[in-house]
């Protein structure tokens, strides 16, 4: 059942709660409760999700921060974004 699909079941069963029976509600509920847990971002290599394991792990960082940490370092090394040079818990534009 697709995130899509779910999003409408839900949808549906708001317009018509009144008429829905429990057994049917609680039904539809666990399904877009275990569509949340399940939803994956980016897929990944096993290997790379290894990595990032273990480098989430090292530095005391969930998987979330560490990969946003990595992107926002990727795209300003690669000059996608402006440098930022980080200064007694300061900000500062780092051409400058």
């Known amino acids: 059942m697709s995130r899509i699909s779910i999003a409408q079941e839900l ?4 317009d018509r709660i009144a008429d829905m ?3 049917d509600l609680q039904i539809i509920l666990r399904r ?19 990595a ?7 530095m ?8 946003a940490t990595i ?7 690669n000059a996608y974004l402006p440098f930022h ?3 007694d818990d300061t900000t ?4 400058g």
């Open 11 to 14: 949808e549906s069963a708001a």
């Open 21 to 23: 029976s429990r057994g």
């Open 32 to 50: 877009a409760a275990l569509m949340l847990r399940n939803v994956a971002g980016v897929p990944l290599e096993p290997p790379t999700e290894d």
């Open 52 to 58: 990032l394991n273990s480098i989430a792990a090292e």
């Open 60 to 67: 005391k960082m969930n998987r979330p921060d560490l990969i």
């Open 71 to 77: 992107l926002r370092d990727w795209l300003e090394t």
């Open 85 to 87: 040079v980080f200064d």
């Open 92 to 95: 500062t534009d780092g051409r």
